[in-house]
């Protein structure tokens, strides 16, 4: 199976901040890579796919990086509502491997 | 309203058997692919199941094979996660998902979980 493994678990950060999360898988996938943003009590929301592709709806703030082993998540200027958990999850084979989940915290 | 319900869920003992549901409604269940996700209390997601938009393909994470079966009804607009054999470690929020369009192989629709408890 190929292991996702995210970084940090956690972080703390103020609104209007710039936050990166990183993903790692450990094999390469080359961009299929999709990333989930996960608030309190509801279900995940799908954000990014194939790495950098904006999900319809999802604000302009959050875009995706990366390709084969080493990806990001950005999200510029960070808004109340954007704290979250956010998870990264591979669709380059079976079983569908998730990240552990960064969690982003108000600081 | 594109959306999806799960239910089913429940307290059940070791060793015992539930049968979820999920019933979709809002577009065309029958061109999509469709997924359980599991999530127990305070972890992150795992993959459970997948099944075809017509049941051609099915696959299960290495430990739910021989326990669990997924399933559809193209008619009735529902996929179906039967669990037989259920250890403590399944409790868990259990979600519906669909597939994004065939090839994307992102999960863009996904449902509010229903909660199984396996516990004596």
């Known amino acids: 199976d190929i292991q996702m493994t995210q970084s940090p678990s956690s972080l703390s950060a103020s609104v209007g901040d710039r936050v990166t999360i990183t993903c790692r898988a450990s094999?390469?996938?080359?961009?299929?890579l999709n990333w989930y943003q996960q608030k309190l009590g509801k279900a995940p929301k799908l954000l990014i796919y194939?790495?950098?592709s904006l999900q319809s709806g999802v604000p302009s703030r959050f875009s995706g990086g990366g390709s084969g082993t080493d990806f990001t998540l950005t999200i510029t200027s960070l808004q109340p509502e954007d704290f979250a958990t956010y998870y990264c999850q591979q669709n380059y084979n079976a079983p569908r491997t998730f990240g552990q989940g960064t969690k982003v915290e108000i600081k | 309203e594109v959306q999806l319900v799960e239910s089913g869920g429940g307290l059940v003992q070791p060793g015992g058997s539930l049968r979820l549901s999920c019933s979709a409604s809002g577009f065309t269940f029958d061109e999509y692919a469709m997924h359980w996700v599991r999530q127990a209390p305070g972890e992150g997601l795992e993959w459970v199941s997948l099944i075809s938009w017509n049941g051609g393909t099915i696959d299960y994470a290495d430990s739910m094979k021989g326990r669990f079966t997924i399933s559809r009804d193209n008619a009735k607009n529902s996929v179906y996660l039967q669990m037989n054999s259920l250890r403590t470690e399944d409790t868990a929020l259990y979600y519906c998902?669909?597939?994004?369009?065939?090839?994307?192989?992102?999960?863009?629709?996904w449902g509010r979980g229903t909660l199984v408890i396996v516990s004596s």
């Open positions: 998902v669909k597939e994004g369009v065939t090839g994307t192989r992102y999960f863009d629709l």
């Open positions: 094999q390469s996938i080359s961009t299929y």
């Open positions: 194939s790495a950098s």
